[in-house]
T-cell receptor
Framework: GQQLNQSPQSMFIQEGEDVSMNCTSS?????WLWYKQDPGEGPVLLIA?????ELTSNGRLTAQFGITRKDSFLNISASIPSDVGIYFC????????????????FGQGTILTVHP | NAGVMQNPRHLVRRRGQEARLRCSPM?????VYWYRQLPEEGLKFMVY????????ESGMPKERFSAEFPKEGPSILRIQQVVRGDSAAYFC?????????????FGPGTRLTVL
């Protein structure tokens, strides 16, 4: 199956710092997404990207869909303690005809720890 | 504004028993997806269902696992004769339309422990 390489695996930062994480693939995808998972909960969608080169913000979060359609990054500015959690990139797979049919493939996740 | 509901939240089974995991999608959503998450790993797709139809089961193990989404009632993920390797968190997600453009809404998960 498809593999997404997400880095870094973990980050330890001070409150107020900016954070950047990225995700790469050997294949082209037309939809990239970023989810956050809190301990003991399911993932929550943060940002969805549908167009190569697109830059989208959601509050202090900004994500970009790489121009090659093989990568994406997520930035968090001015981190706060509640940003703690696991951040996953994901891509929406398409069938042989190029139609998206709902299967998400996730990266391994970036564990973010924020020290007050 | 109930989100995706899953029950039970925690399930303990002994080897050889059956596990039944339930998922009620968000109101108005007719597409359901099941994912499995092993400790310290990302989520892995298992199956995609629409009412009374399995659309894609390419991520389901060939044996012991089955899923259904009946016309009435929740979606069920059934694991027969569980083994220790089945211990994981199982998440259900739903979307209002096919694929949902990736915007799938996840439930809180069922954590299965096999003794």
């Amino acid at each position: 199956g498809q593999q997404l390489n997400q880095s870094p695996q973990s980050m330890f930062i001070q409150e107020g710092e900016d954070v950047s994480m990225n995700c790469t693939s050997s294949s082209i995808f037309n939809t990239w997404l970023w989810y956050k998972q809190d301990p003991g909960e399911g993932p929550v969608l943060l940002i969805a990207l549908y167009k190569a080169g697109e830059l989208t913000s959601n509050g202090r979060l900004t994500a970009q869909f790489g121009i090659t359609r093989k990568d994406s990054f997520l930035n968090i500015s001015a981190s706060i303690p509640s940003d703690v959690g696991i951040y996953f990139c994901a891509v929406l797979e398409a069938n042989a005809g190029g139609t998206s049919y709902g299967k998400l493939t996730f990266g391994q996740g970036t564990i973010l720890t924020v020290h007050p | 504004n109930a989100g995706v509901m899953q029950n039970p939240r925690h399930l303990v089974r002994r080897r050889g028993q059956e596990a039944r995991l339930r998922c009620s999608p968000m109101k108005g959503h007719s597409h359901v997806y099941w994912y499995r998450q092993l400790p310290e790993e990302g989520l892995k797709f298992m199956v995609y269902l629409q009412k009374e139809n399995i659309i894609d089961e390419s991520g389901m193990p060939k044996e012991r696992f089955s899923a259904e989404f009946p016309k009435e009632g929740p979606s069920i993920l059934r694991i027969q004769q569980v083994v220790r390797g089945d211990s994981a968190a199982y998440f259900c997600a739903s979307s209002p339309a096919k694929g949902g453009r990736g915007k799938q809404f996840f439930g809180p998960g069922t954590r299965l422990t096999v003794l």
